[in-house]
């Protein structure tokens, strides 16, 4: 067997948005990295009978439909260059090609003059285009001849400066977006034709389409975004939108079960806020009644399971013939439940250890997931479990180690799950270094699934300890809600399964021993460290210093944290601040490693920057990487020369140390 190496990442291939068109014929995206222009490359494939057969070849392809009753397929793509050059100059242009799958190039169909991130096709020649759009900005399209020079000129000028008018004024993964929105339209293709379907100051944030009407959900501002969503729904004929008042719900996804009722995916967040977990809601336009038909109870819907080896979307919901298809989590596995529109379960799938997407066609369920210690691949699920490709084969030729399952008890009685991989060179009797790798989320969680980090500190010689302590997915609302309790229960849970491990695996050594942890788990590190010098050496990731400057600096600060914290600062600065990782900082043993993004608008680098000074102040060995051009989701979606200088960072300061 081959070791893993640090950078074996780059060979992965990662699969997204699957589709099947009404023949039968599947398709998906799959994406490289490409190391040597330090990006991602993204190609369509389609399969029937299992065969695969990869389509297109530029590498620039993206969201994408299938043409009703052909076998042809409509993309986005951005490989025209001279596009680039019209956004350079504030031009917005999105070009759509289209290619049959059983032959011949494909071929531009259209422009539309959007920022088209996502599209439906209502009906052949018909479009609906999700698409962003700023409002601080003249659209050049709608201008007189004469002028658009000089407003585009004036745009240029304005790149130097920026207005904030509304929070959140910027976003993860896209910088400065006070003012912008993401809205709907129509694109007539014989009339070449652009219509948008929305107001202004509407930000859609889910949409599904059932013949000629569209449903959406959207947030309004006033001076700040209300998380809660309003729905609505548009007939393309009539060119009448229905503005539905059903109360306060975050809505993550919203699709028609009749020209009448809609099926949501969201909470009312009563119970346990923002972070409850979602069901699914039944709406009467009529009536204007929301009625919950179904949750998954002793797990969730959706998945929370996580890896560094995903990368792309995938559905959590899906309706064909009038049934409701989940992607639902219990405990560490994944599975599909289908439920009809009253809630009851009428069929649920075998488990996979992680499904990231899936379609239905006459009853053939395909999903995309991890299995068995494998990367992604596609999986036909009948009575059993087939996989039915092999993107990832090479994986097989490497040492990937097993996944061993923990289940403890907390203090309050209840159980944490979690697991251990031993390292490549264990043998009985010897003693190896350990690292301890937190989660993020904080309700997300670790399952048995492949992930690429820790199985390469496995293969270096280090024990690999993780798991879900309390606010994490995988039980229920009552386990995950920390709400008001960081830094206690879930602490607790988390220094109890260290001491568990110790003292039931021999083979690690107590004096040896390393943590980290990314977004939660950076706080939670920079917690760990203001609490107990145990651990040799520390690696903090896009974490969390204070409560403080989350509130007002962070993209969902001023919602997440009030929900999560119960305070703000000036109704209870003294139980942020004791809440706060940085009150503590002078009390820091460790040697500690900071590892930030500049565009981290989730958990801003001033959060790690506050850590670093402080630790530097009192005199502790702490180093900081800080990485440009890159945002939050640098371990799972970073730049590829990004993602392999933060494995070399890491590794070599636990070798150092530890």
Excluded at 341 to 369: H, M, P
């Amino acid at each position: 067997m081959n070791r893993i190496k640090l950078d074996d990442f780059l060979t992965f291939k990662f699969l997204s948005d699957m589709k099947f068109n009404d023949k039968g014929l599947g398709s998906l995206l799959v994406t490289n990295m490409d190391n040597d222009n330090n990006n991602y490359r993204s190609y369509l494939y389609w399969f029937e009978n299992g065969k695969l057969n990869q389509l297109t070849g530029s590498g620039y392809e993206g969201p994408y439909q299938w043409l009703p009753d052909k076998d042809e397929i409509v993309f986005i793509s951005r490989k025209d260059k001279e596009n680039d050059k019209l956004r350079e100059s504030g031009e917005e242009i999105t070009s759509f090609y289209h290619i049959g799958v059983h032959g011949g190039e494909a071929v531009e169909k259209f422009k539309i003059l959007r920022n088209v991130s996502d599209f439906r096709i209502v009906r052949d020649g018909l479009y609906l285009c999700y698409y962003n759009i700023d409002l601080n900005k003249v659209r050049f399209d709608e201008l007189d001849e004469d002028v658009v020079d000089f407003e585009k000129k004036r745009y240029k000028e304005q790149e130097e400066f920026v207005v904030f008018e509304e929070i959140p004024f910027w976003g993860n993964g896209e910088g400065v977006n006070s003012k912008f929105r993401n809205h709907l339209g129509i694109y007539d293709e014989e009339k070449d034709k652009f219509k948008k379907i929305v107001k202004d100051d509407w930000d859609v944030t889910a949409f599904g389409t059932l013949g000629n009407l569209v449903i959406f959900a959207f947030n309004e501002y006033q001076d700040k975004m209300d998380i809660h969503s309003k729905i609505a729904y548009y007939d393309i004929c009539s060119r009448e939108t229905t503005v539905l008042d059903i109360g306060e719900y975050i809505i993550d996804d919203i699709k028609f079960i009749s020209d009448k009722e809609a099926i949501l995916l969201g909470t009312d967040g009563k119970k346990y806020g923002i972070n409850q977990d979602r069901s699914i809601f039944r709406v009467d336009f009529e009536s204007r009644e929301v009625r919950e038909i179904y949750s998954h109870d002793g797990g969730v819907i959706g998945n929370p399971i996580l890896s560094d080896s995903k990368y792309g979307g995938g559905k959590t919901m899906y309706v064909e013939s009038g049934f409701i298809y989940l992607n639902c989590t219990e405990k560490n596995e994944s599975r599909i439940v289908k439920i009809d529109t009253e809630g009851n379960v009428i069929w649920q799938s075998n488990y996979l250890d992680s499904i990231d997407d899936f379609c239905i066609f006459k009853n053939n369920i395909y999903v995309i997931g991890f299995n068995d210690m494998n990367l992604q691949e596609i999986y036909k699920i009948d009575k059993d479990v087939e996989k039915v490709s092999e993107f990832n084969k090479h994986i097989h030729d490497k040492d990937v180690r097993p996944v061993e399952s923990i289940t403890l008890k907390n203090r309050s009685g209840g159980l944490v799950d979690g697991y251990i991989i031993t390292p490549s060179s264990y043998e009985k009797g010897k003693k190896y270094p350990t690292i301890l790798n937190i989660h993020g989320g904080p309700k997300m969680q670790y399952g048995k699934i492949f992930f690429h980090e820790m199985q390469f500190w496995a293969n270096e010689g280090y024990v690999v300890i993780f798991c879900n302590p309390r606010g994490s997915h995988g039980k229920c609302d009552d386990f995950a809600d920390i709400r008001g309790k960081y830094g206690s229960i879930d602490y607790d849970d988390i220094m109890d399964f260290v001491d568990y491990c110790i003292e039931n695996y021999e083979y690690i050594d107590k004096d040896r021993m390393g943590v980290t942890g990314g977004s939660y788990g950076g706080f939670m590190t920079n917690w760990i460290i203001g609490k107990t010098d145990m651990f040799k050496a520390a690696v903090s990731q896009r974490g969390i210093a204070s409560w403080i400057t989350m509130f007002t600096a962070s993209d969902i600060g001023y919602y997440f944290v009030d929900d999560q914290t119960g305070a703000t600062v000036w109704d209870n600065h003294d139980e942020m601040w004791n809440m706060s990782p940085l009150k503590y900082a002078n009390k820091v043993k460790t040697p500690t490693l900071f590892i930030h993004s500049e565009e981290d608008f989730r958990c801003p680098s001033i959060e790690s920057i506050q850590m670093f000074t402080a630790l530097k102040y009192f005199g502790v060995d702490t180093r900081m990487c800080l990485f440009k051009n890159e945002n939050h989701g640098l371990s799972r979606g970073g730049r590829p020369k990004s993602r392999v200088r933060r494995m070399i960072e890491i590794t070599e300061w636990f070798n150092k140390h530890i």
